[in-house]
């Protein structure tokens, strides 16, 4: 008999190691000769695809034992819990002569809640501890709903949140340990070599990066983890791990889920990842075996380079809006943003095509410890591209921005004049990018710097600040919208 404890009434714990029933199948058996079961322990080869969408494709090599020709039913375990079914591909290796009829993904997995659930209308034995006798005392209990709590007849009493343990004479039929595909074969030999791939839903990786540049901000070392999270319900023994890097199209919803893990492995051993370019994204393959297990976070070394060169840019944004209507001071003390540019490029030792993910920075104080000075996402990154780290927003580099005259000469057409008045508070020079969104068709009229055209909309100015000194950037413009 197997029996579950009652804890409030709610939350119920089987207790009994016996609960590994083989699944029922849905298939007709009258024209099955034989059925056979295949798990974990007949793989010959496993390779996971993982894509930083949050699935993955999974690919397996058994040796089925069929025991038999002719119509088998195959149990096919230790699949993902996370699978989705209709994605299901089998196919025989070498000489392997089969059909498949037919498929069922079985997938109701025993657990104390749906043990009771099956059990409603039925008569189960549950157990109080008497502590005036010292002994459980035994009942006959018949289950009417397990709606938020089990509601029980005990004789001529209805109760709920009964205090003891419940046991039950049987495990349901329809009722399995773990998610299993059930195939109706048509087999032509008894031992048939087969490939079987699918894709699963909580199969996910992002990459990381560290990036530590040295005291004058002008190089840098960088490191790349991929951390990899299985949530997918299955566990891979020494897979051949490969990762996507991509936007592939999906017609499916997201579907990820939130879950505890129970460990977080950091692997950093050679050989690391082998980089090549796949359809019109990025594969990444790892060089040597690794066992994924379900609710783990595995952590691999994706790259390393030394010595990159950086550029730190001090960049002060201005809105194209600043230019239809009237202002005054837009901003006052509007922060500068701090950039670090580094080109991926082989000549600045990169030249990889970089994941996206979370590039975080840290720069050694006085005291030679590595302190964290900001960090910033970064999209994928094709080599010879340049890569701009936002860090964060200057301290003692503000800007003001003034708007000195306005003057409507149209519907869509306006002229203004500005003053942008850049304030460097520290004892080294520093150089700031003023770049303007006009937003629109431009021209400048006149101004106290040269502006750069960068597009149609856009415009900068380069203006070099002196150790505790203010410069004031004058221009004037007329801007038309439409």
Sequence with gaps: MLSAANVGGRALHVVAACLLAAPSLAIGQQDVTRIAQSDAEQRREVTITVYNQNFGLVREVRDLTLGSTGRVALEFGDVASQIQPETVHIRGLGDARFDVLEQNYQYDLLNPAKLLEKYVGRTIKVYRYNQATGREEEFDAEVLSVNESPILRIGNEITYNFPGRFAFPEIPENLIAKPTLVWLLDAGERSPRVEVSYLTNNLNWKSDYVLVVNEDDTRGDLTGWVTLT?????????????????????????????????????????????????????????????????????????????????????????????????????????????????????????????????????????????????????????????????????????????????????????????????????????????????????????????????????????????????????????????
């Design 230 to 482: 299985n949530q997918s319900g299955a566990s891979y023994e020494n897979a051949r791990l490969k990762l996507v890097a991509g936007d592939v199209q999906r017609v499916t919803p997201d579907t990820r889920q939130r879950m505890m893990l129970d460990a977080v492995v950091v692997e950093a051993a050679r050989p690391g990842f082998q980089e090549e370019a796949f359809f019109e994204y990025h594969l990444y393959t790892l060089e040597r075996p690794t066992t994924i297990r379900q609710n783990e976070q595995k952590q691999v070394t994706l790259l390393e380079g030394e010595g990159i060169g950086t550029a730190k840019r001090l960049i002060y944004y201005g809105a194209a809006q600043f230019y239809r209507s009237q202002w005054g001071q837009p901003v006052s003390n509007q922060k500068i943003g701090v950039y670090l540019d580094i080109q991926n490029t082989e000549a600045n030792r990169l030249g990889m095509p970089l994941p996206k993910g979370i590039v975080r920075v840290y720069k050694a104080d006085r005291s030679g410890a590595q302190q964290f000075v900001g960090e910033d996402a970064i999209d994928h990154t094709p080599r010879d591209e340049r890569i701009r780290i936002k860090v964060g927003e200057a301290f003692d580099v503000v800007g003001e921005r003034r708007q000195m005259e306005y003057r409507a000469l149209g519907r869509c057409v306006a002229e203004s004049s500005w003053e942008i008045e850049l304030r460097n508070h520290k004892d080294t020079a520093e150089e700031v990018l003023v770049v303007e969104p006009a937003g629109a068709d431009w021209e400048i009229l006149s101004s106290s710097h040269p502006a750069t055209r960068v597009d149609n909309s856009t415009f900068t100015f380069t203006v070099g600040v002196g150790a505790r000194e203010t410069v004031v950037v004058a221009y004037r413009i007329r801007v038309r919208w439409c």
